[in-house]
């Protein structure tokens, strides 16, 4: 059956350095992928999409690589800040209108000063 | 652009009541909406996926008749979780689906409603 993991469940690091995260996945071939943020009780906030024929996306800070043969994707926060502080999703799409989203179970990012 | 809303953003009610929450895509129109429950630290838990005009299709293990969805027009969804019992608190999330272009991809998310059934 199809399989997304985020590599840890929670991620603690400190002010300026690198954050990254991974999300792997078994069992699918995805169009494209997608990372999320959400903060606590709120609902997630679309980052960045990414496709299949995509090695890289950069948005500001963010950096998101995408490997088909590894089944992997890393998520990149460049000097990060605790405002950074959430927790991130990796969602794959199948591409058609039909497909629904997986979700992974996110990484909880914590930024301390 | 693709703002989503939800309204109530809280809702605290009796056992037994049921309650009613509205999904809105504000400035585009959602040819798709999804609805997903999520509990503490768990991740999104998709309920079901409504097509404008059509009957939702409802995920494994997903009550139809205890989760009403309604997607009557191409902006707006509804949920309701009827004869609500204290195992149906949780946070209910929405996203939508546009026609084309950027918004043909993404699902944006609205900011989630709590429930909390006494």
């Known amino acids: 059956s199809q399989k997304i993991e985020q590599n840890s469940e929670a991620l603690n690091i400190q002010e300026g350095k690198t954050a990254t995260l991974t999300c792997n996945y078994t069992?699918?071939?995805?169009?494209?992928l997608q990372w999320y943020r959400q903060d606590p009780g709120r609902g997630p906030v679309f980052l960045l999409l990414?496709?299949?024929?995509?090695k890289e996306k950069r948005k500001e800070r963010l950096k998101v690589t995408f490997d088909t043969t590894l089944k992997q994707s890393l998520f990149h926060i460049t000097a990060s800040q605790p405002a950074d502080s959430a927790t991130y999703l990796c969602?794959?799409?199948?591409?058609?209108?039909?497909?629904?989203?997986?979700f992974g179970s996110g990484t909880r990012l914590s930024i301390r000063p | 652009g693709a703002v989503v809303s939800q309204h109530p953003s809280w809702v605290i009610c009796k056992s037994g009541t049921s309650v009613k929450i509205e999904c809105r895509s504000l400035?585009?129109?959602?040819?798709?909406m999804f609805w997903y429950r999520q509990f503490p630290k768990q991740s999104l838990m998709l309920m079901a996926t409504?097509?404008?005009?059509?009957?939702?299709?409802?995920e494994q293990g997903v009550e139809k008749d205890k989760f009403l969805i309604n997607h009557a027009s191409l902006t707006l969804s509804t949920l309701t979780v009827t004869s609500a019992h204290p195992e149906d608190s949780s946070f209910y999330i929405c996203?939508?689906?546009?026609?084309?272009?950027?918004?043909?991809?993404?699902?944006?998310f609205g900011p989630g409603t709590r429930l909390l059934v006494l």
């Open positions: 996203s939508a689906v546009g026609l084309a272009g950027p918004y043909g991809e993404t699902q944006y």
């Open positions: 069992n699918y071939s995805p169009a494209y």
């Open positions: 990414i496709r299949e024929n995509e």
């Open positions: 969602a794959l799409h199948g591409g058609s209108s039909a497909s629904k989203i997986i």
């Open positions: 400035d585009f129109q959602a040819t798709t």
């Open positions: 409504s097509n404008e005009g059509s009957k939702a299709t409802y």
